[in-house]
């Protein structure tokens, strides 16, 4: 599968932004989904994952409350809504797939990754 995310930029402490990843193939629906993100100097973390149908979500604890994963299988397409950001969030964002389709939180159970989108949150 390839992914390309988009949506990235800059925006202020406290607002806004939804990230998303359009993905190539006709099996979408089969894979689970995930964002990581990956600020300078710092290894890359997992943020949200969600899995094949939609049913299971899960969002890593720095994020909880204020991004939430979703996807559009008819579109081909998964998002992150961030709320709330802070300049701690600013990083390169990247999706990516999973073809066990199980929601999973680790950087090395992803098969396919998308190019990453760059997020700049001001003080």
């Known amino acids: 599968v390839q992914l390309q995310a988009s949506g990235g930029g800059l925006v202020q402490a406290g607002g806004s932004l939804r990230l998303s990843c359009a993905a190539s193939?006709?099996?979408?629906?089969?894979?689970?989904m995930g964002w990581f993100r990956q600020a300078p100097g710092k290894e890359r973390e997992f943020v949200a994952a969600?899995?094949?149908?939609?049913?299971?979500?899960y969002h890593a604890g720095s994020v909880k409350g204020r991004f939430t994963i979703s996807r559009d299988n008819a579109k081909n397409t998964v998002y992150l809504q961030m709320n709330s950001l802070k300049p701690e969030d600013t990083a390169v964002y990247y999706c990516?797939?999973?073809?066990?389709?199980?929601?999973?939180?680790?950087?090395?159970?992803?098969?396919?990754w998308g190019q990453g989108t760059l997020v700049t949150v001001s003080s």
């Open positions: 969600i899995s094949g149908n939609g049913g299971t979500k």
């Open positions: 990516a797939a999973d073809d066990s389709g199980l929601v999973t939180t680790s950087v090395s159970q992803y098969d396919g």
């Open positions: 193939g006709r099996t979408f629906g089969s894979y689970a």
